[in-house]
């Protein structure tokens, strides 16, 4: 069975840098895209950054140059590197996965930026 567990979230100051971690088993991790998606409070659910099987990364514009997405695949992980973070950053976020014809997600991780 497909499972993803998510860390790495907690609350940090304005400016601050939080990493994130999804750790992927019941999946052939190398061969699928991976992605985090971010749900605010009272907001929908949105894709923050996604990296694929090569290594391309997809960012939202609200993210670019302030987050970065990395995988390992020998350890079936991928990361969120989030710096100069701000109060819009703060959600619960979302490890996805799109394999076998379904849509994989995480419990979550919360972060919380706040002074």
């Known amino acids: 069975q497909v499972r993803l567990v998510e860390s790495g979230g907690g609350s940090v100051q304005p400016g601050g840098s939080v990493r994130l971690s999804c750790k992927a088993s019941g999946i052939n991790f190398s061969i699928y895209t991976m992605a985090w998606y971010r749900q605010a409070p009272g907001k929908q659910r949105e894709l923050v950054a996604n990296i694929t099987v090569s290594g391309n990364r997809n960012y939202a514009d609200s993210t670019k140059g302030r987050f970065t997405i990395s995988r390992d695949n020998g350890r079936r992980t991928v990361f969120l590197q989030m710096s100069s973070l701000n109060s819009e950053d703060t959600a619960v976020y979302y490890c996805?996965?799109?394999?076998?014809?379904?849509?994989?997600w995480g419990q979550g991780t919360q972060v919380i930026v706040s002074s």
């Open positions: 996805n996965v799109l394999a076998r014809g379904r849509s994989y």
